[in-house]
């Protein structure tokens, strides 16, 4: 069975400084992985996904993540916070068609 | 060109009553899913909709169902509600020949349950 394990529930960084949030999957076939991003009262947005193509993934507002097949790991990065990164970070692994299996989250907390 | 939308925005009720939440895909969109997120977790998968059957669907009960629309617009029921059904219900659609590598998600109907 598919699932994910983002490794913590709270990151907190200085503006300016770098973004790294830990997401750990398991599959048993080669899966497609995405990042979404939930703002306070907003809707979950895509930042990034990966379907079998390059292992760097780039996204929006300067995210990439990637996939590590030998770690089954597929970690999120930036190299600047900014305060409007302030959210809850989701890891996603697909299972079966079209059926999203989300990760508990992780709160990003980005202080001045 | 309009998103997700879903309505209502929010809604409260009571325990064993039944409530309806409607969504609307993108234009051009013809699957459509459902998830429920409790205060603090991540979205659990409900089902999902495609040419108006019921595809697929997660480890809820049966006092979960819904519909699909020939416009692929959507409902999600839930009888006899349960003080634990309390949760933010998000609707998802996707477009056509995506074998689910993207979906786009709508801002979510909050239920509470008193």
């Known amino acids: 069975a598919q699932s994910v394990t983002q490794l913590d529930s709270h990151v907190s960084v200085s503006e300016g400084t770098p973004v790294l949030l830990r997401c750990n999957y398991s599959?048993?076939?080669?899966?497609?992985l995405f990042w979404y991003v939930q703002h306070p009262n907003k809707g979950l947005q895509l930042l990034l996904k990966?379907?079998?193509?390059?292992?760097l993934v780039k996204g929006i507002n300067g995210f990439e993540a990637e996939f590590k097949k030998s770690e089954t790991s597929f970690h999120l990065t930036k190299p600047s916070a900014h305060m409007s990164d302030a959210a809850e970070y989701f890891c996603?692994?697909?299972?079966?068609?079209?059926?999203?299996?989300f990760g508990a989250g992780t709160r990003l907390a980005v202080h001045p | 060109d309009a998103g997700v939308t879903q309505s209502p925005t929010h809604l409260i009720k009571t325990r064993g009553q039944q409530v309806t939440l409607r969504c609307s895909p993108k234009s051009g969109h013809d699957t459509v899913s459902w998830y429920q997120q409790a205060l603090g977790q991540g979205p659990q998968f409900i089902f999902q909709y495609y040419e108006e059957e019921e595809r697929q669907r997660g480890n809820f009960p049966d006092r979960f169902s819904g519909h699909q629309f020939p416009n692929y617009s959507s409902e999600l029921n839930v009888n006899a509600l349960l003080l634990g059904d309390s949760a933010l219900y998000l609707c998802a659609s996707s477009p056509p020949g995506t074998g689910g590598n993207e979906q786009f998600f709508g801002p979510g109907t909050r239920l509470t349950v008193l």
């Open positions: 996603v692994v697909t299972s079966g068609y079209n059926k999203l299996i």
């Open positions: 990966y379907t079998s193509a390059a292992t």
């Open positions: 599959s048993s076939y080669s899966p497609s």
